[in-house]
């Protein structure tokens, strides 16, 4: 049986961190994650070898078992028959540490793809909530209100007639570092949430901050710079995605996104893209 998988992109709109986990230092916070049209592509020959295989067009990311892919395949593999095996190539279009949540989304396929092979129901959420704190998300994907470490997943409704234009730098952020680099302690109080509270008022782009600029801007300060040329260029918002590296703008016109790509060619990759709402 052979099968094409896509695994989009996410964006964070707004990611407000509210404090510490005591259990395991893991940061609480609040965002709105927002899946977009940009997408890995995963191809699969399965066969009754009982052996998983993984190649990429990206040799920068591990293949190994520590790859997100494998993590997912090894996640499932007791609820699977022990004779399944798959050839497995990732065709990655989504830069990985670009904080838009590529490798979250592959693992996250992988899981769904499986899930009918499986011979009794295996507990989707949290085997998708133990290879990272985004990949819940990523198993429904459209719109989503998240608290907690970004597993506690509340579908929500926002206008969606926008383009997004992702600017991604060729370097990436590591997530980890980011969060340390906040320099958040154990014993801060946690700060209350606010976005459901924008989300009464109505949705309006002008309540949204990311708290990680605060230290990524002044770290790599070609962030600061995409973010301005893209205000400048014309659009209704701009913020870093996730904890970085890739800054996206907003456009309320697709040609007013399409007008602002050439503008912003020196600062890396360019992809203009449409957000998608629930499937
Ligand atoms: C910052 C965000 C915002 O959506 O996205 P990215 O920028 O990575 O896309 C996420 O919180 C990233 O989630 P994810 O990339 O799944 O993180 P994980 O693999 O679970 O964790 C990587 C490391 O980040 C830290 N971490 C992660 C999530 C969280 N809520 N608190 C943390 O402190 C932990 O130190 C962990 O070891
Ligand atoms: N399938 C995968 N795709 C991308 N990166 C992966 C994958 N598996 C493991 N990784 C590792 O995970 C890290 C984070 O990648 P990714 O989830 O794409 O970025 P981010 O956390 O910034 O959204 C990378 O540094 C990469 O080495």
């Given at each position: 049986?052979?099968?094409?998988?896509?695994?989009?992109?996410?964006?964070?709109?707004?990611?407000?961190?509210?404090?510490?986990?005591?259990?395991?230092?893991?940061?609480?916070?609040?965002?709105?994650?927002?899946?977009?049209d940009?997408?890995?592509?995963?191809?699969?020959?399965?066969?009754?070898?009982?052996?998983?295989?993984?190649?990429?067009?990206?040799?920068?990311?591990?293949?190994?078992?520590s790859?997100?892919?494998?993590?997912?395949?090894?996640?499932?593999?007791?609820?699977?028959?022990?004779?399944?095996?798959?050839?497995?190539?990732?065709?990655?279009?989504?830069?990985?540490?670009?904080?838009?949540?590529?490798?979250?989304?592959?693992?996250?396929?992988?899981?769904?793809?499986?899930?009918?092979?499986?011979?009794?129901?295996?507990?989707?959420?949290s085997?998708?909530?133990?290879?990272?704190?985004?990949?819940?998300?990523?198993?429904?994907?459209?719109?989503?209100?998240?608290?907690?470490i970004?597993?506690?997943?509340?579908?929500?409704?926002?206008?969606?007639?926008?383009t997004?234009?992702?600017?991604?730098?060729?370097?990436?952020?590591?997530?980890?570092?980011?969060?340390?680099?906040?320099?958040?302690?154990l014993?801060?109080?946690?700060?209350?949430?606010?976005i459901?509270?924008?989300?009464?008022?109505?949705?309006?782009?002008?309540?949204?901050?990311?708290?990680?600029?605060?230290?990524?801007?002044?770290?790599?300060?070609?962030i600061?710079?995409?973010?301005?040329?893209?205000?400048?260029?014309?659009?209704?918002?701009?913020?870093?995605?996730?904890?970085?590296?890739?800054?996206?703008?907003?456009?309320?016109?697709?040609?007013?996104?399409?007008?602002?790509?050439?503008?912003?060619?020196?600062?890396?990759?360019?992809?203009?893209?449409?957000?998608?709402?629930?499937?």
């Amino acid at each position: 049986m052979k099968a094409s998988l896509k695994a989009y992109a996410k964006i964070n709109i707004g990611l407000r961190i509210l404090g510490r986990r005591p259990s395991d230092g893991y940061h609480l916070l609040e965002t709105i994650f927002q899946e977009l049209d940009f997408a890995d592509e995963i191809r699969l020959e399965v066969n009754r070898s009982g052996h998983f295989s993984l190649d990429s067009n990206r040799k920068d990311i591990p293949l190994d078992e520590s790859n997100l892919i494998l993590k997912a395949v090894n996640a499932i593999k007791p609820w699977l028959p022990e004779d399944l095996g798959a050839n497995i190539f990732v065709d990655k279009q989504i830069p990985p540490g670009a904080g838009l949540g590529g490798g979250s989304s592959d693992a996250a396929a992988i899981l769904k793809f499986f899930r009918p092979l499986c011979h009794h129901e295996p507990p989707l959420k949290s085997l998708a909530l133990s290879l990272g704190a985004d990949v819940p998300f990523f198993l429904a994907g459209g719109s989503a209100y998240a608290k907690g470490i970004g597993d506690e997943l509340e579908p929500v409704s926002i206008p969606l007639d926008w383009t997004a234009v992702l600017v991604m730098p060729p370097f990436s952020v590591s997530t980890q570092q980011a969060y340390r680099d906040l320099r958040i302690s154990l014993t801060d109080t946690v700060k209350k949430t606010n976005i459901p509270s924008f989300l009464r008022q109505g949705f309006a782009w002008r309540f949204f901050e990311n708290d990680f600029e605060r230290v990524i801007i002044p770290a790599y300060p070609q962030i600061g710079a995409i973010k301005s040329a893209l205000l400048e260029a014309g659009a209704t918002f701009s913020a870093l995605s996730g904890s970085g590296s890739t800054v996206y703008g907003i456009f309320c016109s697709d040609d007013k996104a399409r007008s602002c790509v050439s503008k912003l060619q020196e600062y890396g990759r360019i992809v203009m893209c449409q957000p998608r709402g629930l499937t």
